[in-house]
């Protein structure tokens, strides 16, 4: 089975440097689909209705910041990983994005094979997201349907009714979790020579 090309959003105010990149990622990654965009804003209305593999914006743009914007795209699609550009080193501003859920912070200065492992990653992070949440869905139909022979075999009555409330404090204990940790095992990364 062939893969499905990656799709990118490229996010950056400064016309001259978002064209540039462009040109880079599309230069070094081929079969990949790049979008672009000058304001966080107005790719909104884009993200609601098209779904990216990742998103690469500046974070420090007119109209909305790099931490509202990765807010925004986490609610309208929580696997999306969103990865912030930002022009100098600030980690109060990296703490606050990646607890806001952006997938990771970049210093502006990262270099091109840097930028294009970074970008690799989150693709790949979402592709194992969304697997593992497609096997999990396939294991509790599977596990919903043995309950259901179990009830009806020995008179079990009850067992998928205990399984569902289980899940439901799962789930919400997950949402807790989330809630309450956000995403901290990520790190800001910098490199010598400009993209």
């Known amino acids: 089975m062939t893969p499905t090309p990656v799709s990118l959003l490229i996010i950056d105010d400064d016309a001259i440097y978002l064209t540039t990149l ?25 993200i ?3 779904e990216y593999d990742a998103i690469l914006c500046d974070g420090q743009q ?5 931490i509202a914007f990765a807010r925004a ?26 607890d806001a859920g952006a997938y990771d912070v970049l ?22 997201r969304g697997q593992v949440k497609r096997e999990e869905e396939q ?15 020995y008179g079990a009555d009850g067992l998928s009714a205990h399984f569902a409330a289980f899940m439901d404090q799962v789930n919400q204990d997950r949402e807790t979790s989330r809630k309450k940790h956000g995403s901290s095992n990520h790190s800001a990364q910098g490199e010598k020579g400009q993209v």
């Open 107 to 128: 210093v502006r200065s990262i270099g091109e094979g840097a930028l294009l492992l970074a970008l690799h990653r989150a693709v790949e992070a979402r592709r194992l």
């Open 139 to 153: 294991l509790l139909a599977t596990l919903t349907v043995l309950l259901k022979d179990l009830e009806h075999l």
């Open 22 to 46: 462009a040109s880079t990622l599309r230069l070094r990654l081929p079969d990949a689909h790049i979008d672009t965009a000058e304001s966080a804003l107005a790719s909104l209305e884009r």
């Open 73 to 98: 795209v986490r609610k309208l699609h929580p696997q999306t990983p969103v990865l912030l550009l930002i022009e100098k080193d600030d980690q109060d501003f990296i703490a606050e994005a990646m």
């Open 48 to 50: 609601r209705t098209r």
């Open 62 to 66: 007119p109209g909305i910041e790099g």
